[in-house]
């Protein structure tokens, strides 16, 4: 899919929310491949540009579940800022949001306006609660939690790790 095919869109006054285009791949390869923006994320970088590719066109979520992770571009100047969205998990039968930038783009309210956008969009759908998840170290994901109006739900351990779970409900 290329960013010409892409006909969903969430629009806020900064940013701009799209489903994965395959001209994504080199910055979310390289956003992924920022030990410190994966630090707490349990993830593991991609190994090439083409893995991301790759990655992307296998993303079936959006045709599966009627959502998923958004690319997040800054309206100004088509800057590829990361991804947020919502994720559905068939096991559980939640939703989640989730949120990742690109380092240098931390700290200026890009996840916290992001994150708004897709709480809004999650609540149009009618979804009436929605979780969050995040490594207990994670201080600015936590932050970012809080402004959205999560509430803290409760720790757990996974893959030898503490996480948070917090949840928002409409």
């Not at 809004?120 to 994670?138: D, F």
Request: aromatic share 14%.
């Amino acid at each position: 899919m290329t960013s010409e095919q892409n006909n969903f869109k969430i629009e806020t006054e900064r940013l701009l929310l799209t489903e994965f285009s395959i001209d994504d791949a080199p910055p979310f390869y390289d956003m992924n491949n920022d030990t410190e923006v994966m630090k707490y994320t349990g993830d593991h970088p991609f190994i090439s540009v083409d893995e991301a590719e790759k990655f992307i066109l296998q993303y079936t979520a959006y045709h599966e579940f009627k959502m998923g992770r958004w690319t997040v571009r800054r309206k100004s100047d088509n800057d590829y800022l990361g991804w947020c969205g919502l994720k559905f998990h068939p096991d559980t039968k939640e939703v989640d949001l989730g949120f990742r930038l690109i380092r240098k783009h931390w700290n200026k309210g890009y996840a916290t306006e992001a994150g708004l956008a897709c709480l809004e969009w999650g609540k149009s759908q009618n979804i009436n609660k929605i979780i969050a998840r995040c490594h207990h170290e994670n201080i600015a994901s936590q932050k970012v939690i809080a402004k959205l109006g999560f509430q803290f739900l409760k720790s757990f351990e996974e893959n030898q790790n503490e996480w948070y779970q917090y949840q928002i409900e409409f």
